[in-house]
């Protein structure tokens, strides 16, 4: 589960923007099943009930159903001549000898078999038979991006779980020694397990990828869905990301004594309609983070010190104030995962395509693109 610390400590000074001598977040053992953010008086621990469904350990039941671009290789029985392999069109729809075009878009090959069959009879005098075999899979995709061996974009034509996706990647580059790297050229750094994650729908799924693959607990192997997002950071890559309510959401460089100012200024300050008191800092794995509540408005008036940050934390600046603190973490959470899928797709796609602009992203994901917002001109 998640387990996210609220803290709102008193602070001393005024730091300027990327000051050494910003206080750390401070935590308190007081508990509260709800903490509330009004007026950021309340100090205490909230966990998050949010375990591992465990329907996301079943298998799928449900059969594999065609969509545009699956290949298929068809022929009526009886007349070799007429085999032909053909690709489910972006309509969804087929055309194969004689017909028009038969919609077979979410149909089983049981099903698309016998339409094509019942369509025949319009045009033959004899009840037709069709041998229909699927050679290919376009339709249904996971992505399994970041540090593994090779990222990409995989067919999914049976149930797959997790482990099994990444295996499929060739497991994470924490399994070769940086000899090994060196020489098959592979320039990636190791995986960081504990910001990995699974993307659904534009929402977290909360799977410890250290327990997973270190520990060898399956009981976080789920079940993965067509169009989900498996991502691997860099272990040692020192970013901090600043998000939500800023001129340009963007990781930012970590720089030794950077405050959260300094980030914020690193993203070109924040948006006119951003509400400062209630700025967040999160820290820690995604599956036990900490998250501690800043009050920016302070900071920047000199009315409290600014908070010292640490590689890989998460800045978030919302549009308006949240009640509840364990709806404020999601929201935060699934603002990060989905803006790191974002970046590693578009980072997949452009370098194996070879040249920039053009990002795709599945339907399915729930991942919306939102275009960065040019910096403001020097004055």
Not at 299 to 309: A, F, K, M, P, T
């Amino acid at each position: 589960m998640f387990r996210v610390v609220f803290a709102a400590s008193p602070l001393l000074a005024f730091i300027l923007l990327t000051g050494c001598s910003g206080g750390r977040p401070q935590f308190s053992n007081h508990n509260f099943d709800e903490p509330a953010l009004a007026g950021v008086s309340q100090t205490g621990t909230v966990t998050l009930t949010n375990e591992l469904d465990s329907r996301l350990l079943e298998a799928p039941t449900r059969m594999f159903t065609l969509g545009p671009g699956d290949r298929l290789e068809l022929e009526l029985i009886g007349e070799p001549a007429s085999r032909t392999t053909t690709v489910v069109a972006p309509d969804g729809k087929l055309y194969f000898n004689l017909l028009p075009g038969v919609d077979v878009w979410g149909l089983t090959l049981t099903d698309a078999k016998a339409r094509l069959e019942n369509t025949f009879t319009n045009y033959l005098r004899e009840q037709p038979r069709i041998a229909m075999t699927l050679r290919g899979v376009e339709s249904k995709r996971v992505w399994v991006l970041g540090s593994v061996q090779a990222p990409g974009v995989y067919a999914m034509a049976t149930p797959m779980t997790l482990l099994e996706s990444i295996s499929m990647a060739g497991g994470t580059l924490s399994m070769t020694s940086f000899r090994d790297q060196a020489a098959t050229g592979i320039g990636e750094e190791l995986a960081d397990l504990k910001r990995s994650f699974v993307l659904r729908q534009g929402k977290l799924l909360p799977v410890d990828f250290n327990r997973l693959l270190y520990e060898g607990d399956f009981s976080q192997n789920i079940y993965l869905d067509p169009d989900d997002f498996v991502y691997l950071p860099a272990a040692t890559a020192r970013e901090v990301y600043v998000l939500g309510a800023v001129t340009q959401p963007r990781p930012v460089p970590y720089m030794e004594g950077m405050t959260v100012a300094g980030a914020v200024a690193s993203a070109y300050g924040t948006l006119r309609d951003a509400y400062l008191p209630h700025v967040a800092v999160v820290r820690g794995s995604l599956s036990k983070p900490q998250l501690t509540i800043v009050n920016y408005r302070k900071v920047i008036r000199g009315e409290e010190s600014d908070v010292l940050l640490q590689p890989h934390d998460i800045v978030y600046v919302p549009f308006s104030p949240y009640r509840y603190l364990r709806r404020y973490a999601e929201v935060i959470l699934n603002t990060f995962v989905s803006a790191s899928a974002i970046n590693a797709g578009s980072y997949a796609v452009t370098k194996q395509q070879g040249f920039g602009g053009g990002v795709f992203i599945p339907v399915g994901s729930g991942v919306q693109i939102i275009p960065p917002v040019a910096p403001p001109p020097p004055r």
